[in-house]
């Protein structure tokens, strides 16, 4: 079993920053594939970032691309999610995952994820 626990959301004004947190305990983080997905209210949750198990390989959804940035410590057991130039159209709750396949964009391909944080951007 993995645990993992969001933090770092909030609420910012349009062209601001947050950095979102993702601390995983139970099992080294090293051995999962780590993405971040989003659900704003109303609508389905859509992938938004996922990143490779070094770290060396990211992909990220085309509405983020140039503007949010996925990293992670494995010596922390932490993966982050730096988003910048935030827009309205980020309100989201934000979850990470972690799963075995990189590069799925897929939910499914996620066995554990954390609890969400919400993130508020304001015009």
């Known amino acids: 079993q993995v645990q993992l626990v969001e933090s770092g959301g909030g609420f910012v004004q349009a062209g601001g920053s947050l950095r979102l947190s993702c601390a995983a305990s139970?099992?080294?983080?090293?051995?999962?594939?780590m993405g971040w997905f989003r659900q704003a209210p109303g609508k389905e949750r859509e992938f938004v970032a996922t990143i490779s198990r070094g770290g060396g390989t990211t992909t990220y959804a085309d509405s983020v691309k140039g503007r949010f940035t996925i990293s992670r410590d494995n010596a922390k057991n932490s993966t982050y999610l730096q988003m910048n130039s935030l827009k309205p159209e980020d309100t989201a709750v934000y979850y990470c995952?972690?799963?075995?396949?990189?590069?799925?964009?897929?939910?499914?391909?996620?066995?554990?994820w954390g609890q969400g944080t919400q993130v508020t951007a304001s015009s």
């Open positions: 139970g099992r080294p983080l090293s051995w999962f594939v």
């Open positions: 995952a972690a799963g075995s396949i990189f590069g799925s964009k897929s939910e499914a391909q996620y066995t554990y």
